[in-house]
T-cell receptor, first 114, second 111 residues
Framework: ETGVTQSPTHLIKTRGQQVTLRCSSQ?????VSWYQQALGQGPQFIFQ???????GRGNFPPRFSGLQFPNYSSELNVNALELDDSALYLC?????????????FGPGTRLTVL | QKEVEQDPGPLSVPEGAIVSLNCTYS??????FMWYRQYSRKGPELLMY????GNKEDGRFTAQVDKSSKYISLFIRDSQPSDSATYLC???????????FGGGTRLMVKP
């Protein structure tokens, strides 16, 4: 069984640029969630995708957008990067089984905005 | 006030000690409770997953949920240096999949 993988591992961008982060879900999982974790903080929910549709969104502006593909992999896109976007971006996959759906996290992508 | 509060630590204990980690929360709609372990520069690893109130044991780990007090705990018995990490509590409502995390407690187990 393959776990959740994310790419790239690290990324450095400058303010105003755009970035795309990628996530491959665990084998058999159909749901992907994205979280932002600032240094020294707990993860904050950005949004979730289920069967290629957005299925819930946290308190993040529209410049944070995403996609889910038919193979359940996912992308997180951030436009007009700001310094405060510097964080660890985590992807979590789960199998939607009604109420029982533990989320398993990938290693994250560390984004630095200069 | 944050929905989920967690003492950031650091908590330093000697090897073999019993560790108690706690979170309090304010939203009574939370029904599912989780504990994750996160090593430095890594993603969170799911340790325990519980539904509603009660206890759950898995090896050296015991999770407790007291919904009446809005309080959850994770106990680690016979702590090891390899347990040194940040422990995150997380919870979600009955509907939806958004996890709300505490800020994490940094644990250091000294040999």
């Amino acid at each position: 069984e393959t776990g959740v993988t994310q790419s790239p591992t690290h990324l450095i961008k400058t303010r105003g640029q755009q970035v795309t982060l990628r996530c491959s879900s665990q084998s058999g999982h159909n749901t992907v969630s994205w979280y932002q974790q600032a240094l020294g903080q707990g993860p904050q929910f950005i949004f979730q995708y289920y069967r290629e549709e957005e299925n819930g969104r946290g308190n993040f502006p529209p410049r944070f957008s995403g996609l889910q593909f038919p193979n359940y992999s996912s992308e997180l896109n951030v436009n007009a990067l700001e310094l405060d976007d510097s964080a660890l971006y985590l992807c979590a996959s789960s199998l939607d089984r009604g109420q029982e759906n533990e989320q398993f996290f990938g290693p994250g992508t560390r984004l630095t905005v200069l | 006030q944050k929905e989920v509060e967690q003492d950031p630590g650091p908590l330093s204990v000697p090897e073999g000690a019993i560790v108690s980690l706690n979170c309090t929360y304010s939203n009574s709609a939370f029904q599912y409770f989780m504990w994750y372990r996160q090593y430095s520069r890594k993603g969170p690893e799911l340790l325990m997953y519980t539904y509603s109130s009660g206890n759950k044991e898995d090896g050296r780990f015991t999770a407790q949920v007291d919904k009446s007090s809005k309080y959850i705990s994770l106990f680690i018995r016979d702590s090891q240096p390899s347990d040194s990490a940040t422990y995150l509590c997380a919870m979600r409502r009955n509907a939806g999949n958004m996890l709300t995390f505490g800020g994490g407690t940094r644990l250091m187990v000294k040999p």
